[in-house]
């Protein structure tokens, strides 16, 4: 089956501008993260949703950034005026279901986001 | 708060050398460990994990022990590949419903014939 997709792979944008980063998750997927990846960096926790829940948006670093997710599927993240320092790869996960906290998550290809 | 601290890189190799990746953690409660892998051009990838103490990850010939007392979790290869040549990461997940993993910074690998 599908993996995880996300969309666009790269984008570039100017200082200010607002940008869409968009994930599908594993269908039947339940819950999705998303992270963000700073170069040499590990991973930082964004925000999660999972199911019709509250999402737990504890990870996300300024107002700028806020997330959506229809039921259980897309998810789209957005940056609004858009800084430097928001310049990463931003990794979308998803799994089965959150009951167990050993699930497996399963990371789409990222989108590698540049402000100039 | 939970965190993970992982040996910084790169490491270098030929191929058939032994592989030792340390990685450490400190958590609360019982957290599920976990090494991802992210092969060049691809993305993160779940190498192995351990949901409990002295529970044993392995696959494609790397291993790793959940270590309780040492609070470590340290990946291991017996005999590398350059086809191994990727970035590492050490992850933990705490033992609640909806925790997002906490990773490691990386490390990379670079295997050569």
């Known amino acids: 089956g599908a993996g995880v997709s996300q969309s666009p792979s790269n984008k570039v944008t100017e200082k200010g501008k607002d940008v869409e980063l968009r994930c599908d998750p594993i269908s039947g997927h339940t819950a999705l993260y998303w992270y963000r990846q700073r170069l040499g960096q590990g991973l930082e926790f964004l925000i999660y949703?999972?199911?019709?829940?509250?999402?737990?948006k504890s990870g996300l670093p300024s107002d700028r950034f806020s997330a959506e997710r229809t039921g259980e599927s897309v998810s789209t993240l957005t940056i609004q005026r858009t800084q430097q320092e928001d310049s990463a790869v931003y990794l979308c996960?998803?799994?089965?279901?959150?009951?167990?906290?050993?699930?497996?998550?399963?990371f789409g290809p990222g989108t590698r986001l540049t402000v100039l | 708060g939970n965190s993970v601290t992982q040996m910084e890189g790169p490491v270098t190799l030929s191929e058939e050398a032994f592989l030792t990746i340390n990685c450490t953690y400190t958590a609360t409660g019982y957290p599920s460990l976990f090494w991802y892998v992210q092969y060049p051009g691809e993305g993160l990838q779940l190498l192995l994990k351990?949901?409990?103490?002295?529970d044993k990850g392995s696959n494609k010939g790397f291993e790793a022990t959940y270590r309780k007392e040492t609070t470590s979790f340290h990946l291991e290869k017996g005999s590398v590949q350059v086809s191994d040549s990727a970035v590492y990461f050490c992850?933990?997940?705490?033992?609640?419903?909806?925790?997002?993993?906490?990773f490691g910074k990386g490390t990379t690998l670079s295997v050569s014939s």
């Open positions: 992850a933990l997940r705490g033992g609640q419903a909806g925790t997002a993993l906490i």
């Open positions: 949703f999972q199911g019709n829940s509250a999402p737990d």
């Open positions: 996960a998803s799994t089965p279901g959150d009951y167990l906290h050993t699930d497996t998550q399963y």
């Open positions: 351990a949901t409990k103490a002295d």
